[in-house]
């Protein structure tokens, strides 16, 4: 290489030494950095990075061309591996930092929709027999309006009023709640 280096004048014929170095080198640095990589594409930009480097150190004088593009070439793969290192813990730290939020959230969402269903079982139960009793047969039993009617021997009519004006009720009792959502979710569509 040295001999290379005395034959061609790095500033006179740069690109004519780069390609002979490079047809020379590239095969073995190739292989040098596919032991640390074990990317195929990665190795090949590592150790296209390495020739980069001989351009970016015109101005300064290289002894030993050879060792200099070893040097790079681990250089090179040592800062990716430790990249991928960073990136892996962060990507880690992300995932654990999501998993404690989602269970946070769902403790608290459980927390709130078993206090919103306490909330919601208490109105229903407060509410006269005659609205409460076919509220429920429509709501919780998943009666039709007929089914109702027929089991409490009352016009299908009067039970449609009487679950219409209970949930009257309960939105007015709730009406400044996210409970209305609730009551949204037991209407029938």
């Known amino acids: ?23 020379q080198m590239y095969a ?27 351009l970016k150190q015109k101005e300064k004088k290289i002894d030993n061309l050879k060792a200099f593009l070893y040097r790079s070439v681990r250089n090179n ?4 591996l430790e990249h991928l290192r960073v990136e892996r813990e962060f990507k880690a730290a992300e995932i654990e930092r999501s998993a404690r939020e989602i269970q946070f959230y769902d403790t608290h969402q459980t927390l709130v929709e078993k206090e919103w269903h306490q909330d919601l079982k208490k109105a229903v139960d ?16 998943e009666l039709k309006n007929k089914e109702i009617a027929e089991k409490l021997q009352l016009p299908v009519r009067t039970v449609e009023t009487q679950i219409y004006r209970a949930m009257v009720i309960l939105r007015e009792k709730f009406k400044n709640k996210v ?10 569509k």
Do not use: W
Not at 28 to 46: G, H, I, Q, R, W
Not at 126 to 141: A, G, Q, V
Not at 179 to 188: A, E, R, V, Y
């Open 1 to 23: 290489m040295d001999e290379d280096r005395e034959k061609y004048n790095l500033k006179e014929s740069q690109s004519v030494l780069l390609e002979h170095i490079f047809r």
């Open 28 to 54: 073995p640095l190739f292989f040098y950095a596919l032991k640390f990589v074990e990317s195929e594409e990665v190795a090949k930009d590592l150790v296209q990075d390495a020739f980069l480097n001989i």
């Open 179 to 188: 409970l209305t959502l609730f009551l949204g979710f037991f209407s029938k």
């Open 126 to 141: 407060e509410l006269p027999d005659k609205y409460r009793i076919p509220f429920k047969m429509s709501r919780f039993e």
């Open 77 to 80: 793969c040592l800062n990716y």
